[in-house]
């Protein structure tokens, strides 16, 4: 009978490490205090409604530290209407802003902020071990609250958030897929149909996690008109 015991704490510690939404937010909430750092991002973005394209190009340099987030160089004129970001970037501050907090940015320079409120209500759905761009990672599939209130709820058809996440040997996130499809109607008789897919890799620079790339795309009809849009966001660490 003694060698049941070993056996069954073998397992006990494989259940345990098994847990990969427990490891992610884990590492993420033992990241530490992030350093100074400097980025280069370089934006790009496609926006088409009623058979019209708009692009837009944009390049910025950004720090972030103690003192919060500052934007030192940018080629969007100081005096541009700034874009609605559909992805939670909020609106752009001028060159030499240093407001700290300030949403411009704040998902590329410190994603796992933004990434960890979105776990506190994550239910997986799979998870098992699929490497990475060849290097060994666990793969989770999880579904995410949409946080719509009740007024909005009460016109959906359907509603979906689901989060692919490949977790490194460290626990750290390499990737995430988020995809959210919307259908809803109002005033009794229109629909409402969006869906959104955003690729986003990770990259690590000293002690803090950065964005490396970012691809989103938008599609949708509204009043019987459709849309799309698409973004592609790139950074460097400039050392």
């Given at each position: 009978?003694?060698?049941?015991?070993?056996?069954?704490?073998?397992?006990?510690?494989?259940?345990?490490?098994?847990?990969?939404?427990?490891?992610?937010?884990?590492?993420?909430?033992?990241?530490?205090?992030?350093a100074k750092v400097r980025l280069k991002i370089e934006a790009e973005s496609l926006e088409r409604e009623s058979g019209k394209d708009v692009i837009e190009h944009r390049t910025t340099l950004v720090e972030d530290g103690p003192e919060g987030i500052r934007i030192l160089?940018?080629?969007?004129?100081?005096?541009?209407?700034?874009?609605?970001?559909?992805?939670?970037?909020?609106?752009?501050?001028?060159?030499?802003?240093?407001?700290?907090?300030?949403g411009e940015f704040h998902d590329e320079l410190r994603p796992a902020e933004g990434l960890l409120e979105q776990l506190e209500k994550a239910r997986v759905l799979?998870?098992?071990?699929?490497?990475?761009?060849?290097?060994?990672?666990?793969?989770?599939?999880?579904?995410?609250?949409?946080?719509?209130?009740?007024?909005?709820?009460?016109?959906?058809?359907?509603?979906?958030?689901?989060?692919?996440?490949?977790?490194?040997?460290?626990?750290?996130?390499?990737?995430?897929?988020?995809?959210?499809?919307?259908?809803?109607?109002?005033?009794?008789?229109?629909?409402?149909?969006?869906?959104?897919?955003?690729?986003?890799?990770?990259?690590?620079?000293?002690?803090?996690?950065?964005?490396?790339?970012?691809?989103?795309?938008?599609?949708?009809?509204?009043?019987?008109?459709?849309?799309?849009?698409?973004?592609?966001?790139?950074?460097?660490?400039?050392?």
């Amino acid at each position: 009978m003694r060698p049941a015991l070993p056996l069954a704490m073998l397992l006990c510690g494989s259940l345990l490490r098994a847990d990969g939404l427990s490891d992610l937010k884990a590492a993420l909430r033992g990241l530490p205090a992030p350093a100074k750092v400097r980025l280069k991002i370089e934006a790009e973005s496609l926006e088409r409604e009623s058979g019209k394209d708009v692009i837009e190009h944009r390049t910025t340099l950004v720090e972030d530290g103690p003192e919060g987030i500052r934007i030192l160089e940018d080629s969007r004129p100081a005096n541009a209407p700034a874009k609605a970001q559909g992805k939670g970037k909020g609106t752009s501050k001028s060159p030499g802003s240093a407001k700290k907090g300030s949403g411009e940015f704040h998902d590329e320079l410190r994603p796992a902020e933004g990434l960890l409120e979105q776990l506190e209500k994550a239910r997986v759905l799979e998870e098992k071990a699929e490497a990475y761009e060849g290097r060994p990672a666990r793969r989770l599939k999880l579904a995410l609250d949409l946080e719509l209130d009740a007024e909005a709820r009460s016109h959906l058809k359907k509603a979906e958030h689901e989060a692919t996440v490949w977790i490194g040997q460290d626990g750290l996130p390499l990737a995430v897929v988020h995809r959210i499809e919307i259908k809803a109607r109002v005033m009794l008789v229109a629909s409402v149909w969006t869906k959104i897919e955003i690729r986003r890799r990770f990259q690590r620079s000293q002690n803090r996690l950065l964005v490396l790339d970012e691809q989103a795309e938008i599609q949708g009809a509204a009043l019987g008109k459709s849309f799309s849009a698409k973004d592609t966001t790139r950074c460097s660490v400039i050392l």
